[in-house]
């Protein structure tokens, strides 16, 4: 029995970047523009970002590369390249996870509620292709007051142009 319930729980978290294979599980989610198998997720990303883009993992505070990054530039989604933070709404939130006041436009990202770690959340992902962000708090600067905390894991920095898409 204790087997059993072991299984389930893993399989219960395996992850939004299989959304369409395993519709059952995820009833919340949507059909991505983007769907892969989780063997093609692993073969195309990295253990730490299949960890957070899949598995819903954070990074620790100041670890990622993006936290402290003030380039000029794109935020693409790792696992399957659509523009979602433009270091226009980027901004220093002390935190040790790079910080947006917004997304680089709207319905770039997704959210959910968060019931993990005894909380309520809510979780942002691609809406491109369901992999998990991070989590979007009412405690950002003006305009929106919003805080779109972001694994750097799950980004892809592109200097240059910040121009929305
Ligand atoms: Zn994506």
Sequence with gaps: MKQIIIITLIAAGAFACA????????????????????????KTLTPQQYKVLCEEGTEPAFTGKYWDNKESGVYRCAACGAPLFSSDEKYESGTGWPSFWAPIEKGAVGEKTDRKLFMVRTEVHCDKCGGHLGHVFNDGPKPTGLRYCINSAALDFEKGETDKP
């Design 19 to 42: 959304a369409r294979e395993k519709p059952e599980m995820k009833s919340q989610e949507k059909p991505r523009a983007v769907a892969k198998t989780e063997a093609e997720w692993r």
